[in-house]
């Protein structure tokens, strides 16, 4: 592998390393940087390149010190390009909520701007009306050790140049869903929140009113429900068996799971 690591040494670093505290020297991990960039892009383009994804990829955790998952992801800066073309012209800012084996695994869309101020998932009045739909308060929602919350994003999209949401990334997911659901394990709940993962999670093309409808399918291990944006208030007038039906199933579910 002596040519791939000296391919990686060329590389502009996405990923930095950390130092290890007092320690003087740099240690590899500061050479050869994980490059995400080059694992969504250059490894599709060209082949060549492929021994050196496959070098820093097999010796990450070697390389960078034990760097965890969660770190690797809250220093990813794949999408920072893309971000400053956005109307909002945002730098990346991972919002990342999990620890290995929850109990309840909440899976949204993408942070929202306010969530992206903030650094913590939901802070908003989506989270507010999420948190009432479950029936649990902030400080249950909150508990990373029981409550992970993987959105299909991790990043704030931004506005495109009419005030409008941009949908999550896909490269985000190609890029950190497989290890991510991997490092969660088999989860005992899992809210399907939205139509992005409904499609990913559920594999379905039908749309969020079908695959809502159709709840009990998946019960009592996955629960799909809408969005708790305010966008969505008429649907749920519109759909009164949501709250009627399957949010007490939902809540005593969440109950048992929690407890």
């Keep these: 592998m ?15 390393s950390k130092r290890r505290k007092g320690g003087g020297g740099h240690f590899e991990g500061d050479i050869c940087w994980v490059t995400v960039f080059h694992i969504s892009k250059n490894i599709e383009m060209n082949e060549s390149r492929k021994s050196y994804f496959e070098y820093c990829r097999n010796n990450f955790m070697r390389l960078s010190g034990g760097m965890s998952l969660r770190q690797e992801i809250q ?3 794949i999408c920072a390009e893309r971000f400053a073309a956005t109307a909002t012209g945002h730098s990346p800012r991972p919002v990342v909520w999990f620890e290995r084996k929850p109990k309840l695994l909440i899976v949204g869309q993408a942070p929202g701007a306010r969530v992206h101020e903030s650094g913590r998932p939901f802070t908003d009045p989506s989270g507010d009306r999420l948190r009432d739909w479950m029936g649990v308060d902030e400080a249950v929602f ?6 992970a919350i993987v959105p299909m994003a991790f990043c704030f999209p931004g506005y495109n140049a009419a005030g409008s949401d941009l949908p999550p990334p896909p490269i985000c997911a190609k890029t950190w869903r497989g290890r991510v659901m991997d490092a969660l394990g088999d989860v005992p709940l899992t809210l399907i929140v939205g139509g992005y993962a409904q499609r990913w999670h559920l ?13 009990s399918d998946h019960a009592p291990k996955v629960f799909p429900l809408p969005h708790p944006s305010w966008r969505n208030t008429a649907w749920i007038k519109k759909n009164p068996w949501f709250e009627t039906e399957l949010l007490p199933v939902l809540q005593t579910r969440i109950k048992e799971v929690l407890t």
């Excluded at 909150?142 to 409550?147: C, E, G, L, P």
């Design 142 to 147: 909150y508990d990373i050790s029981r409550v």
């Design 75 to 77: 220093g990813c800066q």
């Design 2 to 16: 002596a040519s791939a690591h000296q391919a990686a040494q060329n590389r502009e670093p996405l990923f930095r």
């Design 203 to 215: 594999g379905t093309k039908a749309g969020v009113t079908d695959t809502v409808k159709g709840w």
